[in-house]
């Protein structure tokens, strides 16, 4: 029924989420946008995070999308409450899903968390798990290598890889974690070499699952799943459409294609202007800073790969 779900991420990472949401629900068609010019989004400030991700909304609104997914831990943590105080459609982030899946299996344990520098600063699962577990000892590192890692298409086995994990999963493992929430969507791609390094006994939480399960359950409730049939995915990028294909089909397990390139200066004449700050007295999400066409000017710097 109506129109996709539209998903979006600062580059590859949330494609474990359309791969997550593809299994679930075959029938529905997705949108996704990856910000393949300006990852990572996790070093940079919540202003212009918050303003990337509302110019990727902006991008999936021109397909009317019936749900957006916001797969970008950093996005999820940092722009979530504007998107969803701008937007008219229904909309959820990838941290309190992860922090419902983690508090479970963690057995009264620490609950570890890696994510980007800015999803860390912002204390986003920190305060999603306390809500959950108000005594849950919360233990948080910042791992600002790992995506560029992913992004470059290093492998597991790569003694890079292994390396940094060391440096980074040492302090979580000392400190007797009984789960690890991987809070970025880049991070399932390095679950093996993640989950040696801690050792059997912790259990590691990969949101997707959950995110696609309360996708289905809003569209369920709302009567607006697709009927049976196989629906379609496109995919947009801000930058390298051949490399989100080659390195993407490791995410999705399937080749992603055909690539629609949307270079950024397209992506920021679409945003109708927005840079940060919201008027006073708000827009009306369906006027408001994103227009549902951006135009023949940017429609011309667009093309598509095979």
């Not at 212009?48 to 996005?75: G, Q, Y």
Request: glycine share 10%.
């Amino acid at each position: 029924m109506d129109g996709p779900i539209g998903i979006f991420d600062s580059g590859l990472g949330g494609l474990t989420v359309v791969r997550a949401v593809r299994r679930r629900l075959p029938a529905e068609s997705i949108v996704y946008f990856g910000d393949t010019a300006r990852v990572p989004y996790g070093i940079k400030s919540s202003r212009t995070v918050t303003r990337f991700a509302m110019e990727a909304c902006s991008l999936l609104l021109e397909h009317r999308p019936k749900f957006i997914v916001a797969a970008c831990n950093t996005a999820s943590a940092t722009a979530l409450p504007a998107l969803a105080d701008h937007l008219d459609v229904p909309l959820c982030g990838v941290i309190e899903p992860g922090a419902a899946q983690a508090v479970e299996p963690a057995g009264g344990r620490p609950i570890g968390v890696i994510a980007t520098e800015a999803t860390i600063a912002s204390g986003a699962y920190r305060r999603a798990i306390h809500r959950l577990r108000p005594d849950a000892t919360v233990l948080e590192k910042a791992c600002p290598l790992l995506v560029p890692i992913v992004e470059e298409g290093r492998t597991v086995d790569d003694p890079v890889v292994r390396l940094v994990l060391r440096e980074y999963l040492t302090p979580l493992a000392a400190g007797g974690v009984g789960t690890v929430v991987l809070g970025c969507t880049h991070y399932p791609l390095l679950a093996g070499a993640i989950a040696e390094t801690l050792g059997p006994a912790v259990t590691l939480v990969d949101s997707a699952e959950a995110v696609a399960a309360r996708v289905a359950d809003r569209l369920a409730a709302e009567d607006r799943l697709a009927a049976d049939g196989r629906g379609d995915i496109r995919f947009f990028v801000s930058d390298h459409p051949d490399r989100f294909r080659a390195v993407g089909s490791r995410f999705l397990g399937t080749p992603a294609q055909p690539v629609t390139l949307v270079p950024p200066e397209a992506l920021s004449a679409g945003s109708g202007g927005w840079h940060g700050h919201p008027t006073s007295g708000g827009h009306d999400a369906e006027q408001g800073p994103w227009p549902r066409e951006r135009g023949h000017a940017t429609r011309a710097s667009v093309e598509e790969t095979p």
